[in-house]
């Protein structure tokens, strides 16, 4: 017998290219007339992936979060003048200041026990080196996340290292980006559905959309070099998150089926877009533009016939 379909949407962390997955969101939502987070039992999102799960997850459409994006990316991703550019090597990038002060303005007072959706946001936690979740109260024993405030789950999982800061606004925690475990986010998704709410394998769907995928052209200094060769050229960084990425795609596919798992992710050049790329958001947009007109049929066909049930949260 078919088990009832449970449908996953999985969001990459990418900092402020999560332009892409916003405006891909987005022109689904207008070509098919839908409202997207209808048709997913659970969102997972990691970083910037992860600040887009939680909008959805109390309502916001993601026409009305890419503006998020486009109005508060230039404040958060500010320029680096004069020798501000040697900071990075001692310090943070940049300051937590305006992404926090954005993200409070974003979700104001709401909590996760708010959200209408079930929601897994990764993050980790430097101070007991081990890998953290926040999690809805979609099952009996999940009840000490619900009453953290979203802008600072959002905090903790966009603290992307160099970058930003870490999060210290929940318990005191020593949190970061979710992205150096979980960057695609997908097998936290199926482990979540299988393991948690004990959804059969085959009745899950995934949907994945990274933040454009770079084909970087590796020096061949990396194959002898030290330390020096490979962080200077952030060949490290790429190489780890790539490589991630690639395998849990991979992973996935293979636990579910080719057929029950869509990776929207571009490639790009190697240059072509950063994480704190601000000044490439109308080219964001336009990928996305491009790359959902392509492939918007695929989706319809695969993940619209399926409506998610409600979700009632467990508060009790």
């Not at 809805?136 to 789950?153: A, F, G, Q």
């Not at 690639?246 to 877009?273: H, M, Y």
Request: hydrophobic residues 40%; positive net charge.
């Amino acid at each position: 017998m078919d088990e009832p379909r449970f449908q996953i949407l999985s969001l990459d962390g990418g900092g402020i290219k999560g332009i892409f997955s916003a405006a891909v969101l987005s022109a689904i939502e207008e070509d098919l007339n839908i409202n997207v987070v209808d048709h997913f039992d659970l969102l997972t999102g990691t970083s910037t992936g992860g600040i887009i799960a939680l909008g959805l997850g109390i309502g916001m459409r993601p026409r009305e979060i890419v503006e998020f994006y486009l109005s508060k990316g230039p404040a958060i991703f500010s320029k680096m003048w004069g020798l501000r550019w040697l900071q990075h090597w001692i310090r943070r990038k940049f300051s937590q200041t305006p992404l926090k002060q954005a993200l409070e303005s974003c979700f104001k007072d709401k909590l996760l026990g708010d959200c209408t959706k079930r929601i897994v946001i990764p993050s980790y936690n430097v101070g007991d080196d081990d890998v953290y979740l926040f999690r809805t109260p979609h099952h009996e024993r999940l009840r000490r996340d619900l009453k953290v405030p979203l802008w600072k789950i959002a905090l903790a999982t966009s603290a992307a290292p160099t970058f930003f800061p870490s999060c210290r606004h929940i318990d005191r925690l020593r949190l970061i980006d979710g992205g150096v475990w979980a960057n695609n986010p997908s097998m936290v998704g199926v482990v979540e559905a299988y393991g948690t709410l004990g959804v059969p394998m085959n009745a899950i769907k995934v949907f994945s959309i990274g933040t454009t995928d770079a084909l970087a052209s590796r020096k061949t200094r990396l194959d002898w070099g030290g330390k020096l060769p490979w962080v200077t050229g952030n060949d490290a960084v790429d190489i780890i998150m790539r490589g991630q990425s690639i395998g849990v795609n991979n992973q996935t596919t293979f636990l579910l089926g080719q057929d029950n798992v869509v990776r929207w992710d571009p490639k790009v050049a190697a240059s072509e877009f950063s994480l704190d790329g601000i000044h490439k958001a109308d080219a964001l947009i336009a990928k996305a533009a491009h790359y959902s007109r392509i492939h918007i049929p695929r989706f319809k066909d695969i993940f619209v016939d399926h409506i998610a049930a409600k979700y009632e949260p467990i508060k009790s």
